[in-house]
């Protein structure tokens, strides 16, 4: 059965990504300078984009799909924002790929079958925590004035994102 997990393989890739969630969030916590902040804000849009556009072919339930085409559209948005912020910066060059730590969660994205859409879910509220923690962190004390403003002005969609994930969430295990 290749490419779908088992129950075992399953709970271990779970495991991988809260463990995952979890060093991201602490990582985030600490991202006060402005090459931290670029990394991690663009790796995280290119995963949410990554997994959205995954999410528009294999989610099984249409409010899944509709979440993910908000994903990728607002994280499209978010990403064109901070690149041109960052456009004039070399030091300050946003990655274009994804990290070890996100393509292995693309990679138990991709494993998931019949679990995908709880499995995106799951993920994408862990990211969203994750990217909240950064954008606050990043807000309050953050070392260049122009990405303290993009931060403060990229929370609150964060923030709801989480929150519609969340309610998501809550509804799928009812």
């Given amino acids: 059965m290749a490419g779908e997990e088992t129950g075992f393989q399953g709970v271990v890739q779970k495991m991988e990504d809260v463990a995952g969630g979890l060093l991201g969030r602490a990582s985030a916590a600490m991202a006060t300078d402005a090459r931290t902040f670029v990394e991690n804000a663009s790796i995280s849009d290119l995963y949410e984009i990554a997994a959205g556009e ?41 990655p274009s790929v994804l990290d ?61 994102h989480l929150e519609h994930m969340k309610q998501l969430k809550s509804s799928m295990a009812r």
């Fill in 54 to 94: 995954l999410a528009l072919t294999r989610a099984m339930s249409e409010d899944v799909r509709s979440m993910a085409k908000m994903m990728v559209q607002d994280h499209q948005a978010s990403s064109q924002r901070l690149h041109g912020l960052v456009g004039h910066d070399p030091d300050l060059v946003p």
């Fill in 100 to 160: 070890t730590r996100r393509q292995t969660m693309m990679k138990h994205l991709m494993d998931a079958t019949e679990t995908f859409d709880s499995t995106y879910v799951d993920q994408q509220v862990m990211a969203h925590q994750e990217a909240v923690t950064l954008m606050h962190s990043y807000r309050d004390r953050g070392d260049d004035a122009a990405l303290r403003g993009f931060a403060a002005e990229t929370a609150p969609v964060i923030e709801r």
